[in-house]
Nanobody
């Protein structure tokens, strides 16, 4: 069982920055692919960014150049640095832990709200 706890959400003005954190309670963090997803009101959940166990990253086109995902295997934590935030980035952001070779390893956090508004 993997428990994920997100933090760092909040209200920020357009053009501002936030850093989200996701702490995982597990001894197998280093083999997990970690990801950030978001869901805006009335929309489907969408991928924001992922980082594989080896460090390979993947970003949605809408956030490339503005968001950066990183992981600290020693701290069992994944981060999402969000810069140049736009109102359309407003959503609940979810952390996900998974492994491409073990389908049973698929866990979600409870989500953290990010609101970009003046």
């Amino acid at each position: 069982q993997v428990q994920l706890v997100e933090s760092g959400g909040g209200l920020v003005q357009p053009g501002g920055s936030l850093r989200l954190s996701c702490a995982a309670s597990t001894s197998i963090f280093s083999i997990l692919t970690m990801g950030w997803y978001r869901q805006a009101p009335g929309k489907q959940r969408e991928l924001v960014a992922t980082i594989a166990s080896g460090g390979t990253t993947n970003y949605a086109d809408s956030v490339k150049g503005r968001f950066t995902i990183a992981r600290d295997n020693a701290e069992n934590t994944v981060y999402l640095q969000m810069n140049s935030l736009k109102p359309e980035d407003t959503a609940v952001y979810y952390c996900r832990a998974s492994n491409p070779y073990f389908s049973n390893l698929n866990y979600w956090g409870q989500g953290t709200q990010v609101t970009v508004s003046s």
